[in-house]
């Protein structure tokens, strides 16, 4: 996407949030704030339809520096050229489990199809542990974000299966990095009948892979990500196993089975 491209996308989000302001008058050397008034709430808003629009994070320290258009539209043109390079160094690797050949790639634009059907295929039950809604079709904006990610901050990554001449996602993988670069969020999510097959370990350490290659790719990563963590929601039927453990075996089986789970990747 060229810098006039990425120009038009931020007018038209600050457009959509104040259709009252007239964006082609805005300067684009003079600090956005000072020419349109809109309170704080109202200003994420517009960052957080720009991040949707261009799929390339805004953390929270940039917005204090990005305060003009120009500058704005310099910083997103040198990330949207370089999440190409991100994913060309997220080389895919191939895999058997049982008699299947899964091959972990990173997820793109273009996968925006191959996801929608991967979460229509979930069951109600794993559709809440992933998303926690009650949702069957993902909205359009949920969609572009999950897979037009910039490979830097954000890394998705997707298993996938042969399938009537095809590609089939089995699961996919990702992280966002938070603002200081040292912690990230990370989620999973199995296809039903993928489940209790490998895959999610798979994918998860190629996840841990990627985190720990990356610290020297960003600035504000150079001592690298140090935690992970994510919210576990165990399923009905893990509850009941755990509560039966439990109850057969006393007091040793004390651990919970939902909460928070956090990783340390090893150095």
């Not at 994420?44 to 990005?66: K, S, T, Y």
């Not at 990554?157 to 966002?176: C, K, N, P």
Request: proline letters at 5%; hydrophobic letters at 40%.
């Amino acid at each position: 996407m060229d810098a006039e491209s990425i120009r038009q996308a931020v007018l038209q989000s600050i457009a959509a949030i104040a259709p009252e302001v007239d964006t082609g008058r805005l300067r684009p050397d003079v600090p956005l704030r000072e020419q349109v008034e809109l309170d704080s709430l109202d200003w994420l808003n517009v960052v957080a339809a720009v991040e949707q629009r261009l799929g390339v994070p805004i953390a929270a320290g940039d917005r204090q520096r990005l305060t003009t258009l120009d500058a704005l539209v310099a910083e997103l043109t040198t990330r949207t050229a370089a999440a190409p390079r991100a994913v060309s160094d997220l080389r895919p690797s191939q895999h058997t489990v049982g008699s299947e050949r899964v091959t972990v790639r990173p997820l793109s634009r273009e996968d925006a199809p191959l996801e929608a059907d991967f979460v229509r295929s979930l069951s109600a039950e794993s559709r809440y542990m992933r998303f926690q809604a009650a949702l069957r079709e993902l909205p359009p904006a949920k969609l572009r974000f999950l897979t037009d990610v910039d490979q830097q901050r954000h890394v998705a990554l997707a298993a996938t299966v042969r399938r009537d001449g095809g590609e089939a996602i089995v699961g996919v993988a990702r992280y966002a990095v938070d603002d200081d670069g040292g912690d990230c969020e990370f989620a999973i999510a199995v296809r039903d009948d993928w489940q209790r097959t490998g895959v999610a370990g798979l994918l998860m350490q190629r996840l841990i892979d990627v985190a720990r290659a990356r610290p020297e790719s960003d600035a504000r990563q150079r001592a690298g990500i140090q935690h992970a963590h994510a919210e576990v929601h165990a399923p009905t039927r893990v509850r009941r196993r755990a509560r039966a453990r439990r109850r057969h075996a006393g007091s040793r089986h004390t651990r919970a089975v939902s909460g928070v789970t956090a990783l340390r990747p090893a150095r």
